[in-house]
Nanobody
């Protein structure tokens, strides 16, 4: 399975941005992670196969929304009220085995938030 992430860019604090990640094959749980310069990769949000279960890092709860369109094999991350601390490379990840961990990763898409 290949994951193609897109949608990153340069925005100002308070702006919104939507990331997309298209999968080339069937996936189960999908998620977004991010890695800021000099920091370790961290979990941002995850979503179950039918989209009824979603999970968020405390730092993005209430601002970010993860969703998916299984017909398009695409997962989205709507990011609102962005702040400088959200600046990072954002990676999508997928589990291709039911109840399995993330075993496929996409390339990063850079989100830069200016003050």
């Amino acid at each position: 399975v290949q994951l193609q992430a897109s949608g990153g860019g340069l925005v100002q604090a308070g702006d919104s941005l939507r990331l997309s990640c298209a999968a080339s094959g069937r996936t189960y749980v999908m998620g977004w992670f991010r890695q800021a310069p000099g920091k370790e990769r961290e979990f941002v949000a995850g979503i179950g196969w039918i989209g009824d279960n979603t999970y968020y890092a405390d730092s993005v709860k209430g601002r970010f929304t993860i969703s998916r369109d299984n017909a398009k094999r695409t997962v989205y991350l709507q990011m609102n009220r962005l702040n400088v601390e959200d600046t990072a490379d954002y990676y999508c990840a997928a589990a291709t085995v039911p109840n399995g961990g993330y075993n496929y990763w996409g390339q990063g898409t850079l989100v830069t938030v200016s003050s």
